[in-house]
């Protein structure tokens, strides 16, 4: 078991910054790939970025490439989104997930651990 705790959520204006932090009540194992998830309101969950155990392999979804970056410290047991250049469309509430193995898959089915989600809010 694992328990999940995101942070760092808020409102912020389009072009703006933020940076997200997840952390495991227990050490990351090799296992564990991590990933963020978000759902907007009315919107399927989906896919945002997922990383492997050690960083090696990091996966986008378009929507988001060339904006965020997914980061992970295993010392610290926290997983990290930073998000720049801010969209309205980047509104919903944001999801670590660890997942069944050592990479961060975009689907959601090979995830089996979830936080409870932080609110970001982008406005005009």
């Known amino acids: 078991q694992v328990q999940l705790v995101e942070s760092g959520g808020g409102l912020v204006q389009a072009g703006g910054s933020l940076k997200l932090s997840c952390v495991a009540s227990?050490?990351?194992?090799?296992?564990?790939?991590m990933g963020w998830f978000r759902q907007a309101p009315g919107k399927e969950r989906e896919f945002v970025a997922g990383?492997?155990?050690?960083?090696?392999?990091?996966i986008y979804a378009e929507s988001v490439k060339g904006r965020f970056t997914i980061s992970r410290d295993n010392a610290k047991n926290t997983v990290y989104l930073q998000m720049d250049d801010l969209k309205l469309e980047d509104t919903a509430v944001y999801y670590c997930?660890?997942?069944?193995?050592?990479?961060?898959?975009?689907?959601?089915?090979?995830?089996?651990?979830w936080g409870q989600g932080t609110q970001v809010i982008v406005s005009s």
């Open positions: 997930a660890a997942a069944r193995g050592p990479f961060g898959s975009s689907s959601r089915d090979n995830y089996n651990y």
């Open positions: 227990r050490r990351l194992t090799s296992n564990n790939g």
């Open positions: 990383v492997s155990w050690n960083s090696g392999s990091k």
